[in-house]
């Protein structure tokens, strides 16, 4: 009887950590930063109301993509500079390139290790 909850407990184990070679911590998808079309200047160059009309802005830019691609994880959203971190899958990488709010789509090479 030992054995077999012993078993019964090993397959539970090994069931939880082999498969696709994803983790829990790491989505499936492709991680992806988006830059958004738009007219943006660096910070250093704005005064303090340009700023946060600008940061509104980026903002603003970053809600609209996001509605384009509701199946997309958001890894994360940057203040200052007009982009985002995400993970998506390939429609949604498809509508990303196509996207009136997107000046450009590249891989996410830094948090990826080998």
């Known amino acids: 009887m030992r054995w077999m909850l012993f078993a019964a407990g090993l397959f539970v184990v090994v069931s939880c950590t082999t498969g696709?070679?994803?983790?829990?911590s790491t989505p499936p998808g492709q991680?992806?930063?988006v830059?958004?079309?738009g007219s943006f200047r660096p910070?250093?160059?704005l005064g303090d109301q340009a700023r946060q009309?600008?940061?509104k802005a980026i903002r603003t830019a970053q809600d609209?993509?996001?509605a384009e691609v509701p199946q997309a994880q958001l890894i994360r959203r940057y203040d200052a500079v007009p982009q985002l971190a995400l993970v998506v899958d390939?429609?949604?990488l498809d509508r990303l390139r196509h996207s009136p709010h997107v000046a450009?789509?590249?891989q996410d090479t830094a948090q990826q290790s080998g």
């Open 90 to 92: 390939a429609a949604a």
């Open 43 to 45: 910070e250093g160059d």
């Open 20 to 24: 696709t070679g994803s983790t829990p």
């Open 35 to 37: 830059t958004l079309a």
């Open 64 to 66: 609209a993509v996001l």
């Open 53 to 55: 009309e600008q940061r």
């Open 104 to 106: 450009a789509v590249q």
């Open 31 to 33: 991680r992806v930063i």
